[in-house]
């Protein structure tokens, strides 16, 4: 529909397509739950990491591309390229084999009594973790574009700020690709989440008190490890704490509350700079501290056979 928007220039269908695609962003959660699902410890860990590998590589590299096919090809050119992006995917998805999933019946789909009633304790304090770590990184990835050019005098069309946001994205791939699960040979979930996120919220005191650009960089790219390899932790404490047939609710949940810290994000930011320009920057170091404080104790044996009796009852 957007493209067919853009053919004949209208911009009210251009949004009513943006609308009905936004549906499609169910398709992450669904993914996520699929392979957490059908994996467990430092596996499960490891397919998170792919996941954000993805999600990072699409927000980096993304408006890079979409900027150069508008130079080549006119504006036009990123539509038509994402059209040819989602008929790709649709051939694809015909060629992925799925292992059976389970389901649960009996159960009304829009209660969210039943699945909360399943999962271990501390899914709520996971559930927040998600969404203050997700709120905290978007106040600083949207203060960017504030620090820079008022700090600095750096404009965004420059190369440094166009190189700096590339790098962002390259230092969180490789983090992810390489971290998470050499860390989690050395420590259990939880520590290791808490560490990250402790190591997160003093990059954000790093970035906040920063000089001169090159020490900007400098703290950036510790942050950004940390903030990388914080998401597959707490996505997997997350789905750890919530039910085998309740996978797929716990990680729309979790796409959510990602949704929403970017939303809110996106306004306050701009509110918060014309108080003091690095104010969202030192929010988002105290909002780590208290990702760390909320970081429940790992789940006991007797919840773990808790979960599975309830997942029993709920499918027969």
Known sequence: MPVYAIVIGSVALLFA?????SLGSAS??????????????????????LVAVVMTAAMSFGPALGSKLTEIY??????????????????????????????????????????IARTQPGFIACLAIVFICQFSWS????????????????????????????????????????????????????????VVTLLAALGMVMLAITSTPTTHVIAMIFTAVMVAISFPFYITALSNRASDIDQG????????????AWTLTG???????????????VIAAFGYLLAMLLVPKPASKNDLVTQSKETTHAQS
């Open 17 to 21: 397509g943006n609308m009905i695609n």
């Open 28 to 49: 992450q959660p669904i993914a996520q739950a699929i392979l957490a699902d059908n994996s467990q410890g430092k596996t499960k860990a490891t397919l998170m990491s």
């Open 74 to 115: 006119g504006p036009q050119a990123p539509f038509y390229a994402c059209l040819l992006i989602a008929i790709s995917c649709l051939l694809l998805l015909n060629k992925v084999k799925l292992p059976a999933q389970q389901a649960s019946k009996q159960e009304n789909p829009l209660s969210f009594i039943e699945p």
């Open 139 to 194: 106040l600083y990835f949207q203060n960017i574009s504030f620090i820079l050019p008022q700090k600095w005098d750096i404009a965004v069309e420059s190369h440094f700020y166009q190189y700096f946001m590339m790098a962002i994205g390259v230092v969180m791939i490789t983090s992810l690709l390489l971290l998470p699960r050499l860390i989690l040979a050395y420590m259990n979930l939880q520590q290791a989440l808490r």
């Open 249 to 260: 609710w716990a990680m729309a949940l979790s796409s959510a509350m990602v949704g929403l």
């Open 267 to 281: 306004y306050l930011t701009a509110v918060l700079v014309n108080i003091q320009l690095i104010l969202p920057t």
